[in-house]
C-alpha cells in the first residue's frame, strides 16, 4: 500500500467538504478519484499534499505519518502533483519551467550552487538531460522555447504533468489532466500517462471525463464528501447509486 | 537556460566603464565634496541592489534603510564604546543587521503582497524608534564621534616608506577611506551578483511567480526567503556600518522609512527586471540628489563668479522639488519605457528592426504591384 488515509474529515466552519474518506492505494496501480462538481476531489488532493490540514483522520505514505507535513515536505517525499486551474512559472520558458522543477533531484547543496562547484555543474548537466527526455516524453520538444504563459491551453496542462514528473514522484496526482482538452491532446495524454504507469509510477487521477476510466484499475467515486462507491471501472458504470448522483440517471 | 545565459556584452562594458570611472575619480575630483557625494552614491547603490535582492521572491522590503541604519549604529557604537577596530566593528554591523533581519524576517516569511510591505514599513518604523529612544545611540540627535576609517586606514600604513609611498600616489586619508568604501561596494556587488545569478535567484523568481507550484515542486518558500533577506540585509549592514565610520556622525533621520522610498524609487525608474538596473537608477539620481549640494561647495571657492553662485542659490532654492521631479520621471519611465531606465537601447534596437522590417514589407509589397 502506498497511499492509505484513515477517516479524514475536512469541515469549513459548519461544512463537510470530506466526511470519515477511508482510501487505500496499492503500488503500481491507477485509481480514478471521480464524484460531481464540489464532491470534494480538489480538497482531497490538497489534503494528501499538505496545503490543506484535515479537521480529523491520517494520511499515511508508504507507511509514514505525513498528515500536517508542509507541501515541499510532501513533495520531497516522492509525491508528485499537478494543479485543476493549472498555475505555471509563466515567466519561465518550457525548458526552464521544467528545469526548475528538478528542484529535488539531482540535489545540489545551496553551498555547491552560490559557488558554482564540480558537483554542481555535473548535476546540472543531468537536469537538462532529464529535461529533454520529459519534455520528449510529454510531446513538447517543439516548444520548449516557448515561454510558459503563450502556451495553447492543451499544452499548458502537459507542462503540468511535465513539471510533476520531474520532481521523479512515486506517487502522481493529477488534477483533472485532460480538463478543456481537444480529442486527440486526450488520446495522447492518455497514453504519456499508461506509460508513467509502466514506469513504476502510482497514479491517482480526479477527473471528469469518462474516457478516463479505461486507464483505471479501480475507480473511487465520492459525492458531497462521502465515499459512494469503489471498486473496478466495469462495476461503475453498471451501479445504480454512482449512475444516479454522478450520471444523472442515464446510463453509459 | 537563465542562470548560465552569459551576460550580455552592453552590461558588461556599462559595468567595466563604472568601475575604472569610480577607480579613476580622485585622481580628477579631488575635493572632499565629490568624494563625499560618490559614497553617497555607494550606499544607494548597495542600498538599491540588495533590496532588489529581497524583491526578487516577490515582497518588497519598506524596512531597508533601517536595517542599514542597524548595521551603521551597531558599527558605531561598537567602535566607540568598545574601541573595536574598524575591520571588526564593519562586520559585526553587517552581521548585526542580518542577524535581525532573520528574527524579524522569520514569521515575515508566510506573509504575502501589502501585508509583508504594512509589516516591514511598520518594522523599519519601529527599529528607527528604538534607535531614537536608546541613550547609547545618542537618540534623537545622533551618534557622534566615532571612530573615524580614514585614520584608521592611514594607520595601516606606518613607517616612512609606507607614508612616502602614500605621499607619492597622492593618497590622504580622504582617498584611502574613498577607496575602501568602493572596495566594500565592489565585494557587496559580486556577492549579490552571483546570489541572483545562481539557481538560488532563479528558485526566488520561480517562488514570486507562483508560491503554490514552488512548494509542489520541493521549494521550501521560508529557507529561500530568508536566504535573500539575509544576504540583503547583510549588505545593507555592511555598508551602513562603512558609512559610520566615514562620516564618523550618524543620525536616526537618515534611516527613516523615507530613505526606503527613495531607494525603491531608484530601483523601479532604473529598472528591476534585471541587476543593471537599480544600480543605474540609483547612480543617476542619487547624483541628481547630490547636485545642490555640489554647487554650493563650488560656489563656496574663490573666485567663483557671480552668475554661479546666484545659479547655486537657484537649484538650491528649487531642490525641495526634487521628490516631485522624481514622480515625473517615474511617470515618464512607466509609460515610455515599462522596463526602467536600462531598458532604453534594447527599445531603441527593436524599434530600428522594426523598421527594417516595415521597410521590407513595402519594398515587396510594392514588387508586387508592379508584377500586377
Redesign the interface.
Given at each position: 500500500m502506498l497511499l492509505e488515509t484513515k477517516n479524514l474529515t475536512k469541515r469549513f466552519g459548519g461544512l463537510t467538504v470530506m466526511n470519515n474518506i477511508n482510501l487505500t492505494l496499492n503500488k503500481g496501480e491507477i485509481l480514478g478519484l471521480i464524484g460531481p462538481n464540489g464532491a470534494g476531489k480538489s480538497t482531497f488532493f490538497n489534503l494528501v499534499t499538505g496545503v490543506l490540514s484535515p479537521t480529523s483522520g491520517k494520511i499515511y505514505y508508504d507507511g509514514k505519518d505525513i498528515t500536517r507535513l508542509k507541501p515541499h515536505r510532501v513533495a520531497a517525499l516522492g509525491i508528485g502533483r499537478t494543479f485543476q486551474l493549472n498555475p505555471l512559472f509563466g515567466e519561465f520558458t518550457v525548458f526552464e519551467n521544467v528545469v526548475a522543477a528538478h528542484h529535488l533531484h539531482p540535489h545540489s547543496s545551496v553551498i555547491d550552487v552560490y559557488f558554482n562547484t564540480k558537483k554542481y555543474r555535473e548535476n546540472e548537466k543531468k537536469v537538462v538531460e532529464s529535461t529533454e527526455h520529459i519534455l520528449e516524453l510529454l510531446g513538447l520538444s517543439h516548444v520548449k522555447d516557448e515561454l510558459a504563459k503563450n502556451l495553447p491551453h492543451g499544452y499548458q496542462k502537459l507542462l503540468g504533468v511535465a513539471r510533476a514528473v520531474a520532481t521523479q514522484p512515486r506517487l502522481l496526482l493529477l488534477d483533472e489532466p485532460l480538463g478543456g482538452m481537444n480529442p486527440e491532446e486526450i488520446i495522447f495524454s492518455i497514453e504519456v500517462i499508461s506509460k508513467l504507469q509502466d514506469s513504476g509510477m502510482t497514479v491517482l487521477i480526479v477527473e471528469h471525463n469518462m474516457q478516463i476510466l479505461d486507464l483505471c484499475d479501480r475507480v473511487f467515486v465520492i459525492s458531497f464528501g462521502e465515499k459512494i462507491f469503489e471498486g473496478t471501472p466495469a462495476e461503475v458504470r453498471n451501479d445504480e447509486t454512482v449512475i444516479e448522483t454522478y450520471f444523472g440517471g442515464v446510463a453509459v | 537556460?537563465?542562470n548560465?545565459k552569459k551576460i550580455s556584452r552592453t552590461s558588461a562594458a556599462v559595468y567595466i566603464i563604472l568601475t575604472l570611472f569610480f577607480l579613476l575619480a580622485p585622481i580628477f575630483f579631488k575635493s572632499r565634496t565629490w568624494l563625499n557625494s560618490f559614497v553617497m552614491i555607494f550606499v544607494s547603490v548597495v542600498g538599491t541592489t540588495s533590496l532588489r535582492t529581497i524583491a526578487l521572491s516577490g515582497n518588497m522590503s519598506f524596512a531597508h534603510s533601517a536595517f542599514i541604519g542597524v548595521g551603521a549604529y551597531t558599527a558605531g557604537i561598537l567602535g566607540k564604546e568598545l574601541g573595536l577596530s574598524i575591520f571588526l566593528s564593519i562586520p559585526l554591523g553587517a552581521l548585526a543587521a542580518m542577524l535581525l533581519g532573520l528574527i524579524t524576517g522569520w514569521p515575515f516569511a508566510r506573509l504575502r503582497s501589502i501585508y509583508f510591505c504594512m509589516g516591514s514599513m511598520f518594522m523599519g518604523v519601529a527599529i528607527i524608534q528604538f534607535i531614537s529612544a536608546m541613550k547609547i545611540t545618542g537618540g534623537a540627535i545622533g551618534l557622534q564621534k566615532i571612530p573615524s576609517m580614514s585614520k584608521a586606514l592611514t594607520g595601516l600604513f606606518k613607517g616612512e616608506v609606507a607614508s612616502a609611498f602614500l605621499d607619492k600616489l597622492g593618497l590622504g586619508g580622504v582617498q584611502l577611506s574613498y577607496y575602501f568604501f568602493l572596495l566594500i561596494t565592489l565585494l557587496c556587488m559580486v556577492i549579490l551578483y552571483?546570489?541572483e545569478h545562481?539557481?538560488?535567484g532563479?528558485?526566488l523568481?520561480?517562488l514570486s511567480?507562483?508560491p503554490?507550484?514552488?512548494?509542489?515542486?520541493?521549494?521550501?518558500?521560508r529557507f529561500y526567503r530568508q536566504?535573500s533577506v539575509g544576504i540583503g540585509t547583510f549588505c545593507a549592514g555592511i555598508i551602513g556600518a562603512t558609512y559610520a565610520h566615514y562620516s564618523t556622525t550618524l543620525s536616526p533621520n537618515g534611516y527613516s522609512m523615507g530613505n526606503t522610498l527613495w531607494l525603491i524609487m531608484y530601483m523601479m525608474i532604473g529598472g528591476q527586471g534585471n541587476f543593471i538596473g537599480p544600480i543605474i537608477g540609483a547612480i543617476l539620481l542619487e547624483l541628481i540628489n547630490q547636485i545642490p549640494s555640489l554647487l554650493t561647495a563650488m560656489s563656496g571657492r574663490p573666485g567663483v563668479s557671480v552668475e554661479f553662485i546666484a545659479f547655486s542659490r537657484f537649484v538650491g532654492r528649487y531642490s525641495a522639488y526634487t521628490p516631485f521631479l522624481t514622480a515625473v520621471a517615474l511617470l515618464i519611465v512607466a509609460y515610455i519605457f515599462p522596463g526602467g531606465l536600462v531598458s532604453i537601447p534594447s527599445l531603441i534596437r527593436e524599434s530600428s528592426k522594426r523598421r527594417k522590417e516595415r521597410k521590407a514589407v513595402v519594398l515587396a509589397e510594392g514588387g508586387e504591384d508592379d508584377a500586377a
Open positions: - | 537556460m537563465k548560465t552571483r546570489f545562481s539557481r538560488i532563479w528558485t523568481r520561480a511567480q507562483s503554490e507550484v514552488a512548494a509542489s515542486i520541493g521549494i521550501n518558500e536566504m
